[in-house]
């Protein structure tokens, strides 16, 4: 329960987009009306739900009547594309850690015929990779912000999505994203940047161009109870360099135990010499 799957690309904020979309967003949307998934302006994005138990079998067959709709099929046991195709992928990876969370999914993919195959390269070739977007699929992140602005161009905008140093990584060229990502950077107010975020947010959900994975909603922190904090702290923010030591509370030393033992024989132990050695 520590991590909380992602269900927006501006997750556990004001910004995210839900429900349905209100009457400013729909101002925004409405002349992209055609150029975006119908959904956008009659169903909630909702992910697929199920038990956690490994059992996905509902998914499963919803994902192949899907593909079987597009022209696709299975033939020995190998799924095909429209044009006849065996279906393979090839996921590229720098993480070792992320392997375990790859191979059910790699499982998942081959009970519906299709092949994944995960390519772990060093540091420099995957740079080279990502740079060159020479991948089918990889796992990363867009880093956002209580106040998105011009990075979004680096992120959606058709003017990115060949550029090596950016990170659309998506590729993703569409006239009705541009025009939103335009929209948010044009903003005067904050009610109208919440408004364009939300309708950028939806229409890149129901494009369906990530697989959402999960964040975490909070700050793992050890501190020393010398320190305080301001009872309000920032929603988004740890707020470290608001903190400061009490006044009224001795310094305390890295290690109790040697201090004990340094306390009954007599010795002074510095606070910061256990660590030092450390």
């Known amino acids: 329960g520590a991590y909380t799957r992602t269900r927006s690309y501006f997750d556990n904020s004001e910004l995210a987009s839900s429900g349905l979309p209100n009457d400013d967003e729909l101002k925004v949307l409405e002349p992209l009306r055609g150029k975006i998934p119908d959904e956008v302006f009659d169903k909630p994005f909702e992910l697929p739900r199920t038990e956690g138990n490994g059992v996905i079998r509902e998914q499963q067959r919803k994902a192949y009547r899907l593909l079987t709709e597009a022209g696709w099929k299975v033939e020995n046991d190998r799924m095909l594309d429209a044009a006849g195709k065996p279906v393979k992928l090839e996921f590229l990876l720098v993480q070792a850690e992320f392997e375990r969370v790859l191979l059910p999914y790699k499982r998942n993919l081959a009970d519906l015929g ?9 540091v420099s070739q995957y740079i080279n990779r990502l740079r060159s977007r020479d991948y089918d699929m990889i796992v990363s992140g867009f880093g956002q912000s209580n106040s998105p602005g011009n990075e979004q161009r680096e992120y959606w905008h058709s003017a990115s999505a060949d550029n090596p140093g950016s990170r659309n990584f998506i590729g993703l060229k569409d006239p009705a994203v541009d025009s939103l ?22 229409v890149l959900l129901w494009g369906h161009y990530v697989v959402p994975n999960w964040h975490i909603k909070t700050w793992r922190v050890a501190y020393w109870n010398h320190l305080a904090h301001p009872e309000v702290t920032p929603r988004q923010d740890i707020g470290l360099m608001t903190w400061w030591r009490k006044p009224d509370v001795k310094t305390p030393v890295a290690d109790p135990v040697e201090a004990k033992k340094a306390e009954e024989a007599g010795a002074a132990v510095p606070a910061d010499s256990v660590e030092a050695e450390r």
């Open 114 to 122: 299709i092949e994944l195959e995960i390519r772990r390269v060093d």
């Open 181 to 202: 990502v335009e929209g948010l950077i044009g903003a005067d107010s904050r009610k109208e940047l919440i408004t364009y975020t939300r309708a950028l947010d939806r």
